[in-house]
């Protein structure tokens, strides 16, 4: 059952519940000059298991002792954790009369957490589409290796015309230093639009900008696009807009939701994982009940757990 804090704290962000995919949307602004930014993280649920578990009725029948059996079980699961349940009971042949019933699937989940078992929760996966955070803040989560796949905007391909900035939470408290970053954005974007052009110009003159972008043949034209957006770029700050889609098991999910939702964590990323959290504890709160919420002095949430790094 979905826990109803998470939930309230779900809604008070703006969170909704599309066809049981979780999104938390990220407002855009922009300044006089027409820069857009955003001010927090977005997180959109993109993808989630789906599970036939009916399509292994010849695979139980086979075994002629109520196996098949397994399939009648009154009480359904999520998908993910149906799918996880399946899996670890294969490992004992947990299909008969005296295995865990779904009923009890939150104590046979304890028993797998507090044991360290966690190589069952590699089964599903879950994509985000996350964007309204920081080049910084993608830099740190892409450290996460184990059980990750990561698709991030390209600033080579990308136009600069494409690009939005994030503004941290100390400068939108503050008028001056919002202000500055307003008037920063503004100036990046500009001197982007003229490095491009005098790039543009040079193209012919310096060789290592290729010949000139009025290639006919298209492959040749992206690569010489290529060349200018990639040294134009070098004027992008940390606070540049860095969109990125993530896939990963509840495993690593998990794992990196405790490094990451905490007080040690920077507040960036500390606020995205802790959506990520929500949005993970609702589809799945099995999987993530040994969670609390925990409220910092400096008004941001993060979660704890005594079953850490399964
Ligand atoms: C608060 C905080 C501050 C940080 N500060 C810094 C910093 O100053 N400088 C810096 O460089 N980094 C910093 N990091 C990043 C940190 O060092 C890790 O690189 C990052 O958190 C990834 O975590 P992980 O190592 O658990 O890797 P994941 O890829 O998330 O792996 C999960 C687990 O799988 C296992 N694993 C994964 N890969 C291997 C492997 N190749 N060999 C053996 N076991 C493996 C490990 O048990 C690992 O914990 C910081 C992280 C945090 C949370």
Not at 14 to 33: D, L, M, R
Request: with cysteine; charged share 30%.
């Amino acid at each position: 059952m979905i826990k109803e804090e998470h939930l309230k704290i779900f809604e008070s962000l703006g969170g909704k519940i599309i066809e049981g995919f979780p999104i938390i949307n990220s407002q855009v602004y922009y300044t006089a000059q027409g820069t857009l930014y955003l001010k927090e993280p977005g997180v959109i649920m993109i993808a989630q298991p789906k599970i036939r578990i009916e399509n292994t009725e010849e695979f139980l029948k086979g075994y002629q002792n109520e196996f098949e059996e397994y399939l009648k079980d009154p009480n359904k699961l999520t998908s993910g954790t149906q799918l996880i349940k399946f899996s670890a009971q294969l490992c004992y042949m947990s299909f008969g009369p005296k295995r865990t019933w779904n009923k009890d699937a939150e104590r046979y989940f304890e028993n797998i957490i507090s044991s360290g078992h966690g190589s069952v929760l590699e089964h599903s996966y879950y994509t985000f589409l996350l964007y309204g955070i920081s080049r910084s803040l993608t830099h740190e989560l892409i450290r996460h290796r184990a059980g990750f796949a990561y698709s991030q905007q390209s600033q080579r391909y990308v136009s600069g015309n494409l690009i939005r900035f994030v503004e941290r939470k100390e400068f939108q408290q503050d008028q001056e230093l919002h202000r500055l970053f307003e008037m920063r954005i503004d100036k990046i974007k500009k001197e982007y639009d003229e490095i491009y052009n005098l790039l543009k110009e040079k193209q012919e003159s310096l060789s290592i900008l290729g010949q000139s972008d009025k290639e006919e043949n298209s492959h040749l034209k992206t690569e010489l696009r290529k060349k200018l957006n990639q040294c134009a770029r070098a004027i992008f700050n940390n606070e540049t807009e860095a969109p990125i889609v993530v896939t990963a098991n509840i495993r690593a999910w998990r794992h990196t939701i405790e490094m990451r939702a905490n007080n040690y964590a920077e507040t960036e990323i500390r606020e995205l994982f802790f959506r990520i959290f929500l949005c993970l504890a609702i589809v799945e709160p099995i999987l993530f009940k040994d969670y609390e919420i925990i409220k910092y002095d400096d008004g941001f949430y993060g979660v704890k757990t005594k079953w850490k790094k399964v």
